[in-house]
Structure formats: structure tokens, C-alpha cells
């Protein structure tokens, strides 16, 4: 249970890292809510964790087995624990440094509604990730990294892996779409650079356990 915890808050706090900073699922995030409404931020989320359900359920099938012989599940792990680390220490010089942001001002996010369908922010969901080149990356280092860890524990782990990473998705998009779509202010820079900064921390810490884990 203990592991299966620690597979679960791993991935969220791995999720949030990717999530947070600004990228395209951002981007469609913010003018889908401003234009749309606060939902279109959940099917968007949706497409996103349906698009990664199919890979996870890919690797568990048996995508993984090409990857099956120990030097090579120790280059990933150790590639993945690399990454995060790289990872981890852009985050920190970045939210130090103060070059990352959000760009967008929540005093003056537009409040319009409308109709839409869910089906068609289902499918820019997914189509976002599909178009991110850094989407992949992840998913052949720190993903296939930690399936090979969550797999150990059948579809336990596995599970534990995928719902502690789309949870952080659907909580961090489903916040701004809620903040864009009703212009509260309560969400400033300095609170989202805290959240990094932690995150980041994290990740340094993973990165280290996934390294030493690996190797051994």
C-alpha cells in the first residue's frame, strides 16, 4: 500500500510539474474557458487523459516488452531520473529568476459562455498532446520510467500511476478554466510560483530515487 501511495503522489506531483508550466494545453485551456465556459476546461482535460489511457494501456499490453532486458530498463530509468533532474533544476532557475509566468491576467478574463460541444474539446485535447513534441519525450523517458516501476505491481501500480497523473491534469486545468472563466483574483503570480517551486523540489527528489532505484 505504502508503495502503491508513493506511485500515486509521484506521478501527481510529476503531472503537475509538466502541467503548470505554460504550454499548449495551457493556451487552449484559457481561450476555450474565456470563450466558452469553465466545462470546456474538463473536456479538454478528458481528450488529454483519454489519449494517455490509451498509451499506458499500449505499455501494459505489451508495448513495454521491446523494452524488456535489464541494461535497457536501466538506461530508461536512469534517462527518466536524469530528466526529472534537469527537470527539477529549470524550475527552480526559472521561478527564481522569475522567467516564468502566467500569461494571462485573471482581473480581465472574459466571463462569456455559450454552447459547445464536449466531443469537440474532447478531440483538441487530445490533439494538443498529440502536436507538443515535449508530450513524447516525457512519455519515453519519465513515463516509460515509471510504468516499468508501477508494472512490478501489476495493474495496482499501473493504475495508481495513471490516476495520480491525470488527477493533476483535471485539478490544474479544471482550476483555470474555473479562475479564467470567472475572473476571480485570488490567484496570483507569487502563489503559482510557490506551487512550482515545490514541485520542483519534488522532482529533484524523484529524479535522485529513480536514479538510485534503476541502477540497483
Known amino acids: 500500500m505504502a508503495e502503491l501511495t508513493e506511485i500515486f503522489i509521484g506521478s501527481m506531483v510529476v503531472g503537475f510539474t ?6 499548449p494545453m495551457l493556451t487552449l485551456t484559457i481561450a476555450s ?16 487523459s483519454i489519449l494517455e489511457l490509451l498509451l499506458v494501456f499500449s505499455f501494459f499490453m505489451g508495448l513495454l516488452q521491446y523494452l524488456d532486458n535489464q541494461p535497457l530498463m536501466q538506461a530508461i530509468g536512469i534517462l527518466g531520473g ?5 527537470l527539477g533544476a529549470k524550475l527552480i532557475y526559472s521561478v527564481v529568476s522569475k522567467k516564468i509566468r502566467l500569461q ?4 480581465k478574463a ?10 469537440r474539446f474532447i478531440a483538441k485535447g487530445a490533439a494538443v498532446s498529440l502536436i507538443n513534441p515535449y508530450w513524447y519525450i516525457w512519455w519515453v523517458t519519465i513515463g516509460a520510467a515509471f510504468m516499468i516501476r508501477s508494472m512490478k505491481l501489476n495493474i495496482a501500480g499501473v493504475s495508481s500511476f495513471f ?8 485539478i490544474w486545468f479544471m482550476l483555470i478554466g474555473f479562475l479564467v ?7 496570483s503570480q507569487k502563489i503559482y510560483r ?6 520542483a523540489i519534488f522532482l529533484l527528489y524523484l529524479g535522485v530515487r529513480f536514479i538510485i532505484d534503476f541502477i540497483r
Not at 509538466?18 to 504550454?23: F, R, T, W
Not at 466558452?36 to 481528450?47: A, M, Q, T, V
Not at 510557490?194 to 514541485?199: D, G, P
Open 82 to 86: 536524469i530528466f526529472l533532474l534537469y
Open 110 to 119: 472574459s466571463t462569456a459562455g455559450g454552447k459547445y460541444y464536449s466531443a
Open 18 to 23: 509538466g502541467a503548470m508550466v505554460p504550454g
Open 163 to 170: 490516476l495520480g497523473h491525470i488527477s493533476a491534469d483535471f
Open 104 to 107: 494571462w491576467d485573471p482581473s
Open 194 to 199: 510557490i506551487i512550482l517551486l515545490v514541485c
Open 33 to 48: 474557458a474565456a470563450q466558452k465556459g469553465f466545462w470546456s476546461s474538463f473536456y479538454i482535460s478528458l481528450g488529454h
Open 181 to 187: 472563466h470567472s475572473g476571480r483574483r485570488f490567484f
